[in-house]
């Protein structure tokens, strides 16, 4: 399960149509699944044998669900089995196994009026795999529904990620998204990503904007001459008598605030905003003591060296504001 986040025309979209060659970038190379898509002959509508079967391993679910209204749902999701060549019967069979595999299985002869949002995503989903795909793009694929539906609609995603062995990759402006199925996330920022990797790495990251996005602790410095740190610790790490043994060494007065502990990528991870009384000079040696305790620690203005600092936004919020609509 892959996150893509960023704002809005930062080239999300541009990314996961090029991902099935719907657009085919002026230079650069797509692979999926191994396979090099544009070695391959053709382009829109006249793609060659070999980009479209490689483009019917990429299934593909849209925020406004693009279900045909004429049609039954099961009648939708045989559409790709008819353009595969599948003959009725087989055709029937399969939609009826993709309808149970996403809860729908009632639902088989009604239209797609009569069903609500989150079923039409089901339905979506369940014709995007009709060609068994690998890989199955979505994009924004839960921002039309609420947040009960979005839950559930991830669950199932990350259901079939399990159960199927299907990579995801999910564009997204929401954190919270990322949060609670991505494996892994990027960041995207003007066409380019700037950041990538595991939720974990991305949270192991100094100055990582996807880490401190994805799980903010707020608290602002009491003075100017004041030094805010950030400290992220994994599981069962406890901060508490790290930051005792802190004040003591260095007999200095530690401030917390703010706390908070979370489950991201389904690990538990805490954070900690202190304060530490001096400038950040007067500071190296208590925070390279709790650097030594293998806590990681960000501190506040210190800008992270891969992102230019007029790229950067000032807050966390800012990253996805933009994007959502
Ligand atoms: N077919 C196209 N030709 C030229 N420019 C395009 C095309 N499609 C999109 N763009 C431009 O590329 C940039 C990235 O657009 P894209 O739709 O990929 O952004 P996005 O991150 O998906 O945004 P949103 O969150 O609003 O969906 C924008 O500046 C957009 O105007
Ligand atoms: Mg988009």
Do not use: W
């Not at 060609?131 to 924004?140: A, F, I, N």
């Not at 995801?168 to 990538?196: F, N, P, Y």
């Amino acid at each position: 399960m892959y996150g893509v986040i960023g704002q809005s025309g930062a080239g999300k979209s541009s990314l996961i149509r090029c991902v099935n060659l719907l657009e085919r970038p002026t230079s650069g190379t797509v692979t999926v699944a191994g396979q090099d898509l544009t070695a391959l002959a053709g382009r829109g509508p006249r793609a060659g044998k070999e980009l479209r079967a490689a483009r019917s391993r990429i299934g593909m679910v849209f925020q406004h669900f693009n279900l045909l209204s004429s049609r039954t749902v099961q009648a939708n999701i045989e559409l790709p089995l008819e353009i595969l060549g599948l003959s009725g019967k087989e055709r029937s069979r399969k939609a009826l196994e993709l309808l149970d595999l996403v809860g729908l299985s009632d639902k088989a002869k009604v239209y797609p009026a009569q069903l609500s949002g989150g079923q039409k995503q089901r339905v979506g989903i369940a014709r995007a795999l009709a060609g068994e795909p690998k890989v199955l793009l979505s994009d924004e694929a839960t921002s039309a529904l609420d947040p009960e539906t979005t839950r559930s609609i991830l669950e199932l995603l990350r259901d079939l990620n399990r159960q199927l062995g299907l990579t995801v990759l999910l564009i997204t402006h929401e954190m919270e998204v990322v949060k609670t199925v991505c494996d892994s996330a990027a960041l995207m920022q003007r066409g380019r990503i700037v950041e990538s990797g595991t939720v974990n790495e991305l949270l192991a990251t100094p100055g990582s904007q996807l880490a401190s996005a994805l799980f903010p602790v707020s608290g602002e410095a009491t003075g100017a001459d004041r030094t805010v740190v950030d400290v992220t610790f994994h599981g069962e790490a406890a901060t508490q008598p790290v930051i005792s043994q802190l004040s003591r060494t260095y007999n200095i007065d530690i401030s917390i605030l703010g706390a908070a502990m979370d489950t991201v990528a389904g690990k538990q991870v805490g954070r900690m905003r202190i304060e530490l009384p001096g400038r950040f000079e007067e500071n190296v040696v208590p925070i390279g003591f709790l650097r030594e305790q293998g806590l990681q620690v960000d501190v506040a203005g210190d800008a992270p060296a891969s992102i230019p600092a007029q790229d950067a936004p000032a807050t966390a919020a800012a990253l996805v504001k933009e994007g959502a609509k």
